[in-house]
């Protein structure tokens, strides 16, 4: 009879331990992927200098636009 009582004591002490460690199991999950990401981008000299270039040609026909505006309005009131 004591030798089952220790057998019981002994199985929930083991059981205890068990259930009060904890585990070193982890989930993983893996899928291949195809394609690419682009993590930043970087200007060159070169694409500066043709973007200043660019923002120069439209003020000057923006300017020159106006100026043709003004001549051309200043034409019509001449004829008149």
């Not at 199985?11 to 291949?32: C, P, R």
């Not at 992927?33 to 070169?46: F, P, R, V």
């Amino acid at each position: 009879m004591i030798i089952k009582i220790m057998l019981i004591w002994y199985l929930l002490l083991v059981s205890a331990g068990f259930l009060s460690t904890s585990t070193v199991a982890y989930y993983s999950d893996q899928k291949q992927a195809h394609g690419s990401l682009t993590i930043g981008t970087w200007k060159s000299e070169e694409s500066e200098q043709q973007k200043e270039e660019t923002e120069k040609e439209i003020e000057r026909a923006k300017e020159n636009g106006e100026e043709q505006e003004i001549q051309s309005e200043s034409g019509e009131h001449t004829n008149e």
